[in-house]
């Protein structure tokens, strides 16, 4: 009786997803400026309420907004046709493939998808690398003074246009050419800006900060920690005066023992 019950339900859903019929129309491709919309088609073998709500979907940084809810009395044998109007593709977008989606919620669960392209140029993207090395095999955040510190980015754009500016802790400023070295001179914060530009992709701007400290500092820094383990283990004369009084405890205690032991 179960069985039955079961195919019984199943062939009804069947019915009901070969009731209702969707259709999406949507651009293959949406450029700077423009806004994405898409047109829709819904119908019916039979009169029946449905609740749905269309939206668009990206994969990339670009937010889904509240899903708009909605419910229509379709009529058989007619078509209603409906509009999606989107956000506006802005230069912040990346290019990317996205989705739009129609959901049917009710009477069945159903979900109809088209793919189109957002067509605008990629981000020049860079890491910008202080180093101590020309080869830049040894990347370090903290320099020594008078130590040569060497510049560098990377990239898999290749042929990228770039300007850096350094600007030194006293705030002067240098402008230079990646990659570079320079000498550490002065002591305490260094920041680098990069521009990164290239026909066919965004401009973008990248900022990283290192360190110089004088080898004073280190060695200050060094002595202080010996100087507080000395300083946190006793000195070896009391260690001898300890060792000293644990030894005659020892032999009281084994002798009051042994006197103990022959009174019994």
């Given amino acids: 009786m179960k069985k039955i019950i079961i195919f019984l339900i199943s062939i009804l859903l069947v019915s009901q997803v070969c009731a209702l019929s969707a259709e999406i129309i949507v651009k293959s491709e949406f450029y700077l400026g423009e806004t994405m919309t898409f ?47 989107g956000i506006t593709v802005e230069d912040l977008f990346e290019p990317q493939v996205c989705k739009a989606n129609l959901e049917i919620f009710s009477p069945v669960k159903q979900t109809f998808t088209k793919e189109f392209l957002i067509i605008t140029q990629p981000k020049t993207k860079i890491r910008l690398l202080s180093c101590k090395t020309p080869s830049c095999s040894q990347k370090s955040k903290t320099f020594i003074l008078r130590e040569n510190i060497y510049l560098d980015y990377s990239s898999s754009i290749k042929d990228l246009s770039q300007t850096a500016t350094l600007t030194y802790p006293d705030e002067t400023t240098r402008s230079l050419t990646l990659p570079t070295s320079i000498k550490a001179t002065q002591t305490g914060t260094y920041t680098l800006e990069v521009t990164a530009s290239k026909e066919s992709y965004k401009t973008t701007t990248q900022t990283t900060e290192f360190a110089v400290i004088s080898k004073n500092a280190n060695i200050q820094e060094a002595d202080l920690q010996a100087q507080k383990e000395i300083s946190l283990s006793p000195p070896p004369q009391t260690q001898k005066y300890l060792i000293s009084f644990l030894v005659i405890i020892a032999i009281a205690i084994t002798i009051f023992l042994l006197l103990r ?3 019994k």
């Fill in 39 to 85: 047109d829709y088609t819904l119908s019916s073998e039979k009169n029946q309420k449905i609740v749905y709500s269309a939206f668009i979907e990206c994969s990339k940084d670009i937010p889904i907004p509240l899903l708009d809810i909605k419910q229509k009395e379709l009529i058989a044998g007619s078509m209603v046709k409906e509009s999606y109007i």
């Fill in 261 to 263: 032991k022959k009174k």
